[in-house]
């Protein structure tokens, strides 16, 4: 007789059964995860599935019972409590040999590398995005922008004003994903403050299909990420953007600056390297450097915290500036 439980993963007992589970899964057990459960068998664990936010993951069931259905009783008690709480639209990581079974469950699908799936269920979709974004294009090739903008620096406003040189139109996506120090709607604002002079950029939003939590995790985990893991998620997240949001806005270049601070964001320009091949361009242009000083959100986060008004001055274009200092 199978019993479902809530995985406690603090439980050292629980934690060996589920890290067994998931080795033998190729799993990585450093996943962000908000919620666990598992199926037991008597007292062996043979089934979990988790979720962080809205991203169903670690979903493994023992070989030996894979002819129970005891996927589709996790997924959907997963489903049923993220319903709970409110959410009606969810992601899915798994491996590509899992596809049909999710397109059974009504899961369709984002995009596939050779390592893994990357599937939806709900409203508003992938679908909905790409509408949105082929109503926001206008006339000529274009070039695209994906920043954080945390917050929105002349180092961004040199990036953006190199590409629109460079292009007929420019792309701009910010992060939709609010885990930064400034709000989603406070680093959209400055973004649109500070391209304003510049007539061929749009700004677009994220949603959750660039450099997010569903697309690429380990970007915010930062210093603390495997690089192995966010190598693996890079791909995906290039990929998405090279096949699917790129050719609806008919984006021949991406614009990233050089990383020379964060390992994740490095890795993230070599895969979209080896990613965007010979169809689309990548161009990585030198960080702006100020008195032989590169510019950094990280250093403008540190100046408003010691007021440093003088560096603020330096590093900020006068739109963000004055969004900081008179609106925020």
């Not at 890290?19 to 459960?37: I, W």
């Not at 959410?87 to 798994?94: A, G, M, P, V």
């Not at 061929?200 to 939003?205: L, Q």
């Not at 693996?232 to 998405?240: G, N, S």
Request: charged share 25%; with cysteine.
């Amino acid at each position: 007789m199978y019993s479902l439980k809530r995985l406690w993963l603090r439980d050292q007992g629980v934690y060996k059964q589920w890290a067994s589970l998931m080795d033998r899964a190729g799993l990585n057990k450093e996943e962000e995860l908000d919620y666990t459960v598992g199926i037991y068998d008597n007292d062996l664990l043979v089934a979990t599935g988790s979720y962080y936010h809205n991203i169903l993951k670690c979903l493994v069931v023992c070989k030996a019972f894979q002819s129970e259905n005891l996927l589709t009783e996790i997924i959907q008690h997963l489903v049923d409590r993220l319903a709970e709480e409110g959410e009606q639209h969810y992601f899915l990581y798994s491996k590509p040999s899992n596809e049909l079974i999710f397109r059974s469950l009504g899961f369709q699908k984002i995009i596939a590398t050779s390592e893994i799936l990357f599937m939806e269920r709900g409203l508003p979709n992938f679908a909905s995005y790409l509408s949105t974004l082929a109503k926001g294009k206008k006339m000529g090739i274009g070039s695209g922008i994906v920043m954080n903008a945390n917050p929105f620096t002349k180092g961004h406003q040199y990036l953006v004003e190199t590409a629109a040189q460079q292009s007929q139109q420019v792309y701009v996506f910010v992060l939709s994903e609010d885990r930064s120090e400034f709000s989603t709607a406070d680093r959209m604002e400055m973004v649109k403050r500070g391209v304003a002079h510049l007539s061929n950029v749009t700004v677009f939003p994220t949603n959750d299909y660039l450099v997010s939590s569903a697309t690429f995790p380990s970007y915010f985990l930062k210093d603390s990420a495997i690089e192995t893991v966010a190598k693996i998620q890079a791909k995906v997240d290039a990929q998405l953007f090279k096949e699917k949001i790129a050719p609806v806005l008919d984006i021949r270049t991406r614009f990233v600056g050089e990383e020379p601070y964060s390992k994740v964001t490095d890795t993230y320009n070599h895969a979209m390297q080896e990613m965007f091949g010979d169809s689309l361009e990548l161009v990585i242009l030198p960080r702006l450097s100020i008195d032989g000083e590169i510019i950094s959100a990280t250093k403008v986060r540190e100046a408003l915290k010691n007021q440093d008004d003088r560096r603020l001055r330096q590093f900020l274009p006068s739109t963000t500036y004055h969004y900081l200092k008179n609106e925020r």
